[in-house]
C-alpha cells in the first residue's frame, strides 16, 4: 500500500486547508485511515483517525476545528482543518491500516502564519 498525501501549504492565522490522502496498491478497502503531525523539535502527534464503518476519533488539540472523512470506494481520507493557529505548523502525515500493517505516507508541510 502506497500512501499519497496533498494538500499543504502556507495559510494565515484564522485560515483553512483541505488535506487529501490517497492510498493505491490494493483492490481492498482500506479499514482505518488518518493523520498525525509532528512539529518541528517536538514528538509526532495524533491528529484523527476513522474507519470504514464512519467511527471517528480526533485529537483532543484540534477537536472542535478539525474534521476528518474517508471516501471508502477510493481509499481516500481527508482532512479538514478551520481555524488555523500557529501552533498546527507541522509536517503532517497520513497513516492508514492493511491487513494488520501500518503504512504511512511521506507527508505534507502546512504552516500557520500569525
Known amino acids: 500500500v502506497q500512501l499519497q498525501a496533498s494538500g499543504g501549504g502556507l495559510v494565515q492565522a484564522g485560515g483553512c486547508l483541505k488535506l487529501s490522502c490517497a492510498a493505491s496498491g490494493t483492490s481492498e478497502m482500506i479499514a482505518l485511515m488518518g493523520w498525525y503531525r509532528q512539529a518541528p523539535g517536538k514528538e509526532r502527534e495524533f491528529v484523527a483517525v476513522t474507519t470504514s464503518d464512519g467511527t471517528m476519533k480526533i485529537g483532543d488539540s484540534v477537536k472542535g476545528r478539525f474534521t476528518i472523512s474517508k471516501d471508502n470506494p477510493k481509499n481516500t481520507v481527508f482532512l479538514q482543518m478551520n481555524s488555523l493557529e500557529p501552533e498546527d505548523t507541522a509536517v503532517y502525515y497520513c497513516?492508514?491500516?492493511?491487513?494488520?500493517?501500518?503504512?504511512w505516507g511521506q507527508g505534507t508541510l502546512v504552516t500557520v502564519s500569525s
Open positions: 497513516l492508514a491500516t492493511h491487513n494488520g500493517i501500518y503504512y
